[in-house]
C-alpha cells in the first residue's frame, strides 16, 4: 500500500530535490502532522522548501532555525515544552516540523479562516498579513509557497500513478503466469 510518507518521500527523489533525504526520513512526522491539524502535506512540503530548502541547519538573520524557520522566541505557545525552545532544538528536523506545522495550523484555522495566502502571510510576516495594508514581503512568499506546492502535488500525482500502473502492471504479469 502507498501511504502518504512513502509518496512524499517518492516524490521528493524522483525530483532530484536538495535534502530529499531529510523529507524521506521526516515524511511519517509530515503526514502526521497535516493529519493531525488538517494540513495538505505538500503546504508542509512546500513551506520547509521555500523557508530553508530543507536544510536542517538553516538560520536567518533574524534567528529563525530549521527546516521550517520558526523563531525561537515565539516557538512557546506552540511547543509542547512550556517554553520557548531553543534554536538547537529547532534544528532537529522532528521538532522544527512539529512546531512549525503547529504555527501554520494556527495561522490559517485561526487567525485567516482557511484563506491560505493570508495564512502564508502571517506565518512569514505575522500579523502585518490582514486587513487593506497587507505585507508585500509576506504575500510574495505566500504566492512562492503556493506555487512550489502546486508543483510538488502535480509530482505526487505522476508518482501515484506511476506506482499504481507498475502495480497493475505487476498483477497482469501474474496473472500470465498461472
Same mark, same amino acid.
Given at each position: 500500500?502507498?501511504t ?5 518521500c517518492?516524490?521528493a527523489?524522483?525530483?532530484?530535490m536538495?535534502n ?5 526520513e521526516n515524511a511519517?512526522?509530515i503526514q502526521?502532522?497535516s493529519e493531525k491539524?488538517d494540513?495538505? /502535506?505538500?503546504?508542509?512540503?512546500a +513551506?520547509? *522548501?521555500?523557508?530553508?530548502?530543507w536544510? /536542517?541547519?538553516? *538560520?536567518s538573520?533574524s534567528n529563525?532555525?530549521?527546516v521550517?524557520?520558526?523563531l525561537p522566541?515565539y516557538?512557546?505557545k506552540?511547543a509542547d515544552?512550556? *517554553?520557548n ?7 532537529h /528536523?522532528?521538532?522544527?516540523?512539529r +512546531?512549525?506545522t503547529?504555527i501554520?495550523s494556527?495561522w490559517?484555522h ?10 502564508l ?5 505575522g500579523?502585518r ?5 497587507k505585507?508585500?514581503?509576506g ?5 512562492? +509557497?503556493l506555487?512550489y506546492?502546486?508543483?510538488f502535488k502535480?509530482?505526487?500525482?505522476i ?19 498461472i
Open positions: 500500500m502507498l502518504t510518507s512513502v509518496l512524499i517518492l516524490t527523489l524522483s525530483m532530484d536538495r530529499a533525504d531529510v523529507i524521506c511519517p512526522i502526521e502532522m491539524y494540513l495538505d /502535506p505538500s503546504l508542509i512540503i +513551506v520547509g *522548501r521555500i523557508e530553508s530548502a536544510t /536542517p541547519t538553516a *538560520r538573520g529563525a532555525c530549521g521550517m524557520q520558526v522566541k516557538s512557546k506552540f515544552k512550556g *517554553r525552545l531553543t534554536c538547537d532544538e529547532l534544528k /528536523p522532528e521538532t522544527g516540523i +512546531v512549525g503547529k501554520l494556527f490559517l485561526k487567525y485567516a479562516k482557511g484563506r491560505e495566502t493570508i495564512a502571510c502571517g506565518y512569514n510576516a500579523f498579513c490582514k486587513g487593506e495594508n505585507n508585500k514581503q504575500l510574495k512568499y505566500a504566492k512562492a +509557497v506555487k506546492r502546486k508543483y502535480k509530482k505526487m500525482r508518482q501515484e500513478r506511476n506506482y499504481k500502473n507498475k502495480m497493475f502492471f505487476n498483477y497482469l504479469t501474474l496473472l500470465a503466469k
